[in-house]
């Protein structure tokens, strides 16, 4: 259990100090309307990536930080499909580009759908198994900013890999700050949420559509 005042995990027994966590101020202001601010929410995004705790409760409470994720997202997706056409330049092929924007169209549309109904299932398991404190949409909003962990993939070799351990931090960070769980609970949630994950999209890869050639 988590204590309501001072923020500490305790099993039976807790001795409050009755001092509450602190909070910085950017948190206690309220949600910021829509507005134009790719830098900033680039910066919060990269805050995510490199485990800033404050940055991931700012974004759970700002709804740019679905606009701006999306965005996010949107390149993340872009970058295999930018590779695959600098290949076909260097190898002399004609990448039909009607063709190859279809394909991204589809497979921004299938990421996200994926997480959504990743994000669901990990929070009505939260819920059930942990007392969740955090809603969907503030999971949401913050999961979504922390997508930029999909562009390691420009990372030679080990990409993919890292791609798949930075969807799991990131979804553990969401589940420990937005949604008050313990931090090894949160984490085994998360682990077992996107191992799941990541198994079924080998499948849909191997069984779908077919890659341009």
């Not at 601010?37 to 759970?60: C, E, F, G």
């Amino acid at each position: 259990m988590k204590c309501d005042v001072c923020g500490q995990e305790y099993g039976l027994s807790h001795n409050c100090s009755g001092i509450p966590p602190l909070v910085t101020p950017e948190e206690l202001a309220p949600p910021p309307g829509l507005r134009f601010a790719p830098l900033h929410y680039l910066d919060q995004a990269a805050k995510i990536m490199t485990w800033d705790d404050a940055a991931v409760r700012q974004a759970s409470k700002d709804n740019n930080s679905l606009i701006y994720g999306l965005m996010i997202l949107a390149i993340g997706t872009a970058i295999p499909f930018v590779f695959l056409v600098l290949r076909d330049v260097r190898l002399g092929y004609t990448t039909p580009a009607g063709l190859l924007g279809l394909r991204y169209a589809q497979t921004l549309a299938y990421s996200i759908a994926w997480i959504v109904a990743q994000i669901g299932l990990s929070h009505v398991l939260a819920k059930a198994l942990f007392e969740a404190k955090g809603s969907f949409l503030e999971i949401m909003r913050a999961y979504m900013l922390g997508q930029m962990y999909r562009w390691l993939i420009i990372v030679p070799i080990v990409g993919t890999m890292l791609v798949g351990l930075g969807g799991i931090a990131v979804l553990m960070m969401v589940f420990e700050e937005v949604d008050g769980i313990e931090r090894m609970k949160a984490f085994g949630l998360a682990a077992a949420i996107g191992i799941t994950f990541w198994v079924a999209s080998i499948w849909v890869i191997k069984n779908g559509p077919h890659p341009i050639r």
